[in-house]
């Protein structure tokens, strides 16, 4: 028969133990939150087409009226202007409210010489005094302008430094416009290497890439004037490079804007009207790949 003190320090043990139960039975684990859903990041690709390129206005009010704004944008030539005014801040209606009012002779300034006839010191001012002379790593959304440089044919991506300088030499057209010098290097139109800049996206981080090509396929009989017979000599050559570009694209919207040509300014209302066709005739798929997309990157 135990004693009183032998008997203690049991009848201790089996009241830390029992309150040690009850503890855990009123004090459940803390619930773990869930994770954030993971979202993929829309990348915008602009392509080149001189002012076909007024199209992308139309694209970008009617991805911008469906929810679906972009996280960043690239473009080549025509795309890298409309596009380094959408980086600044500029909605898709105050972007067709720029559009109606640019007069041509904002972006021309000729010259005499055997490497061009337009200088482009008006275009790299006019997008400077547009995005508030913001440098492009300032600006509101990250934006990258395709060029290519002119010694070596390699494709470069502008991502820092000034926004009209970038743009300039993204648009500047092979015997049109003259190259653009920055630092050492001379550069030219980036539709050359990258007619619709969709590697820049992904290279920017895009896990999903919407396309916009305007470029016109080369029709039998349909070049007329220097312009456009030179938009189809370089379409004819880019198509290697297009079709590399828009295969690693998601969605490619393609405005009709076959029948307007390179220097068709007066037809800024047609080719954004085409942009929006184009575009709200693409929301379906877009919205369908996006939900697949975002379904693949939170299993």
Same mark, same amino acid.
């Given at each position: 028969?135990?004693?009183?003190?032998?008997?203690?320090?049991?009848?201790?043990?089996?009241?830390?133990?029992? /309150?040690?139960?009850?503890?855990?039975?009123?004090?459940?684990?803390?619930?773990?939150?869930?994770?954030?859903?993971?979202?993929?990041?829309?990348?915008?690709? /602009?392509?080149?087409?001189?002012?076909?390129?007024?199209?992308?206005?139309? %694209?970008?009010?009617?991805?911008?009226?469906?929810?679906?704004?972009?996280?960043?944008?690239?473009?080549?030539?025509?795309?890298?202007?409309?596009?380094?005014?959408?980086?600044?801040?500029?909605?898709?209606?105050? /972007?067709?409210?720029?559009?109606?009012?640019?007069?041509?002779?904002?972006?021309?300034?000729?010259?005499?010489?055997?490497?061009?006839?337009?200088?482009?010191?008006?275009?790299?001012?006019?997008?400077?005094?547009?995005?508030?002379?913001?440098?492009?790593?300032?600006?509101?959304?990250?934006?990258?302008?395709?060029?290519?440089?002119?010694?070596?044919?390699?494709?470069?991506?502008?991502? =820092?430094?000034?926004?009209?300088?970038?743009?300039?030499?993204?648009?500047?057209?092979?015997?049109?416009? =003259?190259?653009?010098?920055?630092?050492?290097?001379?550069?030219?139109?980036?539709?050359?290497?990258?007619? %619709?800049? %969709?590697?820049?996206?992904?290279?920017?981080?895009?896990?999903?890439?919407?396309? %916009?090509?305007?470029?016109?396929?080369?029709?039998?009989?349909?070049?007329?004037?220097?312009?456009?017979? =030179?938009?189809?000599?370089?379409?004819?050559?880019?198509?290697?490079? /297009?079709?590399?570009?828009?295969?690693?694209?998601?969605?490619?919207?393609?405005?009709?804007?076959?029948?307007?040509?390179?220097?068709?300014?007066?037809?800024?209302?047609?080719?954004?009207?085409?942009?929006?066709?184009?575009?709200?005739?693409?929301?379906?798929?877009?919205?369908? =790949?996006?939900?697949?997309?975002?379904?693949?990157?939170?299993?």
């Amino acid at each position: 028969m135990m004693s009183k003190h032998t008997l203690r320090p049991w009848l201790l043990a089996g009241m830390a133990a029992l /309150l040690s139960a009850c503890t855990s039975l009123s004090s459940p684990p803390a619930a773990v939150a869930p994770k954030p859903a993971l979202k993929p990041k829309i990348g915008l690709a /602009l392509g080149g087409g001189a002012a076909k390129g007024f199209a992308h206005v139309g %694209v970008i009010k009617v991805l911008e009226a469906a929810g679906l704004t972009p996280d960043l944008v690239t473009g080549t030539s025509a795309g890298s202007v409309v596009g380094s005014l959408y980086a600044s801040g500029l909605s898709g209606m105050q /972007l067709q409210s720029r559009a109606i009012q640019l007069d041509e002779s904002n972006l021309t300034d000729w010259t005499l010489s055997s490497k061009g006839v337009i200088k482009g010191e008006k275009l790299q001012n006019w997008i400077n005094a547009q995005v508030a002379n913001k440098t492009m790593e300032q600006l509101p959304r990250p934006f990258g302008a395709v060029a290519t440089e002119l010694d070596s044919g390699r494709k470069v991506v502008f991502r =820092l430094g000034n926004t009209g300088q970038a743009v300039r030499a993204s648009a500047s057209i092979p015997n049109v416009f =003259l190259p653009v010098k920055i630092g050492n290097k001379s550069y030219v139109d980036g539709g050359l290497v990258s007619p %619709v800049p %969709v590697s820049a996206a992904r290279e920017m981080g895009a896990d999903f890439v919407i396309a %916009v090509d305007i470029s016109a396929r080369p029709r039998k009989g349909a070049a007329t004037g220097f312009l456009s017979m =030179l938009d189809q000599s370089l379409n004819i050559m880019n198509g290697p490079a /297009l079709a590399q570009e828009l295969k690693q694209a998601d969605v490619v919207i393609r405005p009709q804007v076959q029948n307007i040509g390179s220097a068709q300014f007066d037809a800024r209302h047609q080719a954004i009207l085409e942009g929006e066709r184009a575009a709200q005739a693409a929301l379906p798929q877009i919205r369908q =790949l996006l939900q697949q997309k975002a379904i693949a990157m939170n299993k």
